[in-house]
């Protein structure tokens, strides 16, 4: 799977932002979706996440409330709505994917678990 994240750029504290993340190359209905971000000096963290089939979404405690993550698999693409931003949102953020078992529920938090990455886009808030 090949992924390609884009949507990021400079917003001002309280704004929104969409990010995308395109993937190809393999069944992407099939692969628990995740976003993390990685600010400079910080470990790379869970943002969101969502099983492929769409039912389970979790999030991190920092976001929760302010972001949403969603799926369309007819256009194999992830989102990552971003609403009332701050200033400790700045980051690169990263979508990622791993296979999502049979049961179209699973996904998860741990970064170590996802087997492909993209390249990352970077959001900046400014204050």
């Known amino acids: 799977v090949q992924l390609q994240a884009s949507g990021g750029g400079l917003v001002q504290a309280g704004g929104s932002r969409r990010l995308s993340c395109a993937a190809s190359g393999r069944t992407f209905s099939y692969y628990a979706m995740a976003w993390f971000r990685q600010a400079p000096g910080k470990e790379r963290e869970f943002v969101a996440a969502i099983s492929w089939g769409g039912g389970s979404r979790g999030y991190a405690d920092s976001v929760k409330g302010r972001f949403t993550i969603s799926r369309d698999n007819a256009k194999n693409t992830v989102y990552l709505q971003m609403n009332s931003l701050k200033p400790e949102d700045t980051a690169v953020y990263y979508c990622?994917?791993?296979?999502?078992?049979?049961?179209?529920?699973?996904?998860?938090?741990?970064?170590?678990?996802?087997?492909?990455w993209g390249q990352g886009t970077q959001v900046t808030v400014s204050s």
């Open positions: 990622a994917a791993t296979y999502g078992g049979s049961s179209g529920n699973y996904y998860s938090t741990q970064n170590d678990e996802y087997r492909y």
